[in-house]
């Protein structure tokens, strides 16, 4: 059975940092991409960042972009997002998910698994 934990959220003051993890179980990560999603209350689920299943490349949205680092250790078989300088807008529950053979995407549609989302609030 393919399980995607993410965890590492929490209540952070802006300007602060957290690093989020992507567990994966059932399957090898090193065959799979990675996003990165988050969806604020009462928006729709977007893309944050990916990374290719080869580790070749890595993508982010441009709100993001300077502040975000996305990495993987296939040992470990996690993917883990770091943020940093959060903002209030970067607040939402945060997604992973896996895509097998992936180049990494921002599109919801193109991958097969899905954790169940760990809250992240930016506020003062």
């Known amino acids: 059975q393919v399980q995607l934990v993410e965890s590492g959220g929490g209540l952070v003051q802006p300007g602060g940092s957290l690093r989020l993890s992507c567990a994966a179980s059932?399957?090898?990560?090193?065959?799979?991409?990675i996003g990165w999603f988050r969806q604020a209350p009462g928006k729709e689920r977007e893309g944050v960042s990916s990374?290719?299943?080869?580790?070749?490349?890595?993508t982010y949205a441009d709100s993001v972009k300077g502040r975000f680092t996305i990495s993987r250790d296939n040992a470990k078989n996690t993917v883990y997002l770091q943020m940093n300088s959060l903002k209030p807008e970067d607040t939402g529950v945060y997604y992973c998910?896996?895509?097998?053979?992936?180049?990494?995407?921002?599109?919801?549609?193109?991958?097969?698994?899905w954790g169940q989302g760990t809250q992240v609030t930016v506020s003062s």
């Open positions: 990374i290719s299943s080869s580790n070749a490349s890595a």
């Open positions: 059932g399957l090898a990560l090193d065959h799979y991409a």
């Open positions: 998910a896996a895509e097998i053979y992936g180049l990494g995407s921002s599109k919801a549609y193109e991958y097969d698994y």
